[in-house]
């Protein structure tokens, strides 16, 4: 398992992924109330140019949520670098959140991300 935080703070993310052996799964949580509002799936196919690889994606958010939002673009990374299906529960939550703050929660989730590409390398 890995378990990788970034930022800090309201704007603190943690990424916690487990490798299933057929796919990996995992969680993006953080702000002032980590909890689950969404939940995204994403299966490898072959690119549609006919040159690489891609995904078909599949973002289920809970009423009332945008969780999901940050969740896709990690989820996308994932599974084409890894070539695997990737399942993530997203729940990041900052009281009356401005542009700001959201820009500084989704740097953090590429940012642990990166901490994730880099761990997994030195394995």
């Known amino acids: 398992m890995y378990e990788i935080s ?3 703070g ?13 796919g ?3 969680s993006l949580t953080g702000g002032e109330t980590p909890h689950v509002g ?13 040159c690489g690889l891609s995904c078909d994606i599949w973002a289920v958010p809970a009423p009332g949520h ?5 969740a896709v673009p990690i989820a996308r990374q994932l ?13 990041i939550h900052i009281e009356r ?11 953090n989730c ?5 901490e994730f590409w880099r761990s997994l390398k030195q394995e």
């Open 6 to 8: 970034a930022g800090e």
């Open 10 to 22: 309201k704007h603190r993310v943690w990424l916690k992924l487990w490798d299933t052996g057929q």
């Open 24 to 26: 990996w799964t995992g």
């Open 38 to 50: 969404g939940i995204v799936l994403a299966v490898p196919r072959a690119s549609l140019t006919g």
């Open 66 to 70: 945008l969780d999901h939002e940050a």
């Open 79 to 91: 599974c084409v670098r890894l070539e695997v299906t990737v399942a993530l529960a997203a729940g």
């Open 97 to 107: 959140a401005a542009a700001w703050d959201i820009a500084q929660v989704r740097e």
């Open 110 to 114: 590429e940012a642990a991300l990166a």
